[in-house]
């Protein structure tokens, strides 16, 4: 596609359930980025995949969280046993490599736990 | 760890006139500096770049300043349009090629006609 795409735009879940969000970055980059926007908040890193290298998992908030990149395309963020505070904005962004480090955001999946 | 400080209150101008946000960081000089836009609801648009050892960029209506000493970036949007009013963000990365981008909170500016 043109741009980035993630699914679904909404979800809303119980708490304790698992939820997974999906992210097709642009076509061709290799960098795929995921953040978490909560009201009122600036984009809090989470995790980085850049190539076939190992991903920066520096940004997870908890073990609850996690990501994969199959292919070296497609993204999913997985998280378990969700919780209130998981309630916000994600957002998938993705960018070339060795280009200047201009980031594409896909319009974001908003997450509300009840 | 990098601390970035963006004016939280919105900013409120009349048409035509000259928008000036700003962005501070704290510790030490990213290699660049970026700016977003948001929009309600939607993902981030990315406007400018400015690399360290650049001074000023521009780009159309916009002008991004960079002061290493003040550590401080200005973002200009001159002859403002309603249609400019949304959330920037100032977001700063350490390495050029690949990297994590660390974003303020953003600042909303309300152009009004």
């Known amino acids: 596609g043109a741009g980035v795409s993630q699914s679904p735009s909404n979800k809303v879940t119980e708490k304790g359930k698992d939820v997974e969000l999906r992210c097709d970055p642009i076509?061709?980059?290799?960098?795929l980025y995921w953040y978490r926007q909560s009201l009122g908040q600036g984009l809090e890193f989470l995790i980085y995949?850049?190539?076939?290298?190992?991903?920066?998992k520096s940004g997870l908030p908890s073990d609850r969280f996690s990501a994969e990149r199959t292919g070296g395309s497609v993204s999913t963020l997985t998280i378990q046993r969700t919780q209130q505070e998981d309630s916000a904005v994600y957002l998938c962004?993705?960018?070339?490599?060795?280009?200047?480090?201009?980031?594409?955001f896909g319009p974001g999946t908003r997450l509300t736990v009840l | 760890s990098q601390k970035i400080e963006q004016n939280s209150e919105a900013l409120n101008i009349q048409e035509g006139k000259t928008a000036t946000l700003t962005c501070n960081y704290t510790n030490y000089s990213p290699a660049y500096l970026q700016w977003y836009r948001q929009d309600p609801g939607r993902g981030p648009v990315f406007l400018l770049l400015?690399?360290?050892?650049?001074k000023e960029k521009r780009k159309e209506r916009l002008k991004v300043t960079f002061d290493t000493t003040l550590k401080q970036s200005l973002f200009h949007i001159t002859a403002s349009q309603p249609a400019d009013s949304a959330t920037y963000l100032c977001a700063l990365d350490m390495r050029e090629g690949y990297s994590t981008l660390t974003f303020g909170k953003g600042t909303m500016l309300l152009v009004s006609p």
């Open positions: 400015i690399r360290e050892n650049e």
């Open positions: 076509s061709g980059h290799t960098a």
């Open positions: 995949f850049q190539g076939n290298s190992a991903p920066d």
């Open positions: 962004a993705s960018s070339g490599f060795g280009q200047i480090n201009e980031q594409f």
